[in-house]
Each structure stands twice: as C-alpha cells, then as structure tokens.
C-alpha cells in the first residue's frame, strides 16, 4: 500500500466515523488491523457493530459523461467480507460524502455514479442501515 493511499483510507475512515459521532453514535477504531475499520456502538442491545470503508480520492479515469467511483470491497486473500462486518461505507474524499450500505456477504464491488454522492443520498442510505438495525437513537 502507497503512503497516499494509507493516507486516503485513513481519511475515509475518519470522515465516517465523524458522520457517526455528529448522529450521536459512538466509534471505537479498532487498534490492531482486522476486517472492520470502525466498531459502531448501536446501544445496549445491539452493541457493536463492524464497519468496513472504502475511499477513493477522485472517479475513475474514465471518458464517460456520468463519472463513477469504483469501490472494491474484496478483501486480500480475494474472498468477500463476512457478515460479522454488516455495515460498508464508501467514500468520495473529493467530494466529502459518503454512502451505506447492508453488507450481504455476496457484492465485491460498488459503482457508484458521482451524481449519487449528495447530502441527501448520505442521509438516506444512512437513514437505511440504521433502519436495518432497527435503531432510533
């Protein structure tokens, strides 16, 4: 891993675990590597919840009217995450915004159009995830 890419991860992460706190919502980072980037605390009866991130700095290099993110969720030894990591968030640093999603255990790969990434789609695919949980702060 390139020293910029540590650096674009670790500002995704960051900027979805700020999301969380903003929404009254604690984060732990965890402090040896693992397959969740942040522990999400949904109260006491459901407790902490994994969250994978994924971050790209820019869309992809592509000629395309509609640019897009392309945002891998594969981990390295190629197999897909567990569920034990039910939450996947991705990252458009540019833009600052972020979107969630159910991790199903199937989907590797998220496009993601770079018209989607707006407040109110952060807010809505937010509003899901939490709603998957059932949890109402």
Known sequence: MSKNTHYVGTSGEHLVAS??????????????????????????????????????????????????????FMRSNKTAYSKNVPIFCCVALDKRLIQFFINDGTKLHYILHDISFTEAMETKTFDAVLNHFNYHG
Not at 27 to 50: F, I, Q
């Open 19 to 72: 999301y969380f706190l903003k929404n009254k919502i604690g984060v732990y980072l965890p402090t040896t590597p693992n397959e969740k980037d942040l522990l999400v605390n949904l109260g006491s009866e459901k407790g902490y919840t994994g969250v994978q991130v994924k971050t790209q700095s820019n869309p992809m290099p592509e000629q395309r009217t509609n640019k897009r993110y392309r945002f891998g």
